[in-house]
């Protein structure tokens, strides 16, 4: 009897795991966009929030596509712990935090005393020292050639803010 009961049970458990899959994978091969993908909306990390009594408030989506700065970077190593976006941040990874660009987004940062640049995910908020404008990865500094300098002049330009379906792009 108790056997019984408990292969109903899992059953039960199992016929609409199973029929949840099946039209998961029968969206899979469809041509046409998933109905969230038809009008997707830009889902932007834009709440204000507060650092030693110091309140910063996120930038909108268009103000951010126009974003474009010079001022000091820094580099820091998250490793693996969680982003402000949630997400885990791993050594050798092309991330950075800003105080005040929306989440996410991509950034090309130019170091301006060699000229190289890369692309960087915003991913995490900082910095919160007054004078520095960007904190990057040890894998961006190391691509921008200032790991052993520590702080270097840059520049800071939006890519794209967003996402998939609903990502923005800079012109």
């Known amino acids: 009897m108790v056997d019984t009961v408990l292969m109903i049970a899992r059953i039960t458990a199992f016929v609409p795991a199973c029929l949840l899959g099946v039209s998961f994978l029968s969206s899979c091969g469809s041509s046409k966009p998933a109905p969230a993908a038809q009008g997707a909306e830009l889902r932007l990390v834009a709440r204000s929030y507060s650092v030693r009594g110091k309140r910063y408030v996120p930038m909108d989506a268009a103000t951010a596509l126009r974003y474009k ?58 910095p919160f020292s007054k004078n520095r404008i960007i904190d990057v990865s040890s894998a961006v500094a190391r691509e921008l050639g200032f790991l052993r300098k520590g702080l270097q002049q840059v520049r800071v330009e939006v890519i794209s803010v967003g996402d998939g379906p609903g990502q923005l792009k800079a012109d």
């Open 69 to 126: 700065a010079d001022g000091i970077a820094s580099y820091y190593e998250a490793n693996g712990s969680r982003g402000a976006l949630g997400e885990r941040l791993r050594r050798g990874e092309f991330y950075a935090a800003h105080a005040t660009l929306p989440m996410p987004c991509q950034v090309r940062i130019t170091n301006l005393s060699n000229g190289k640049s890369c692309e960087a995910r915003i991913a995490d908020r900082g």
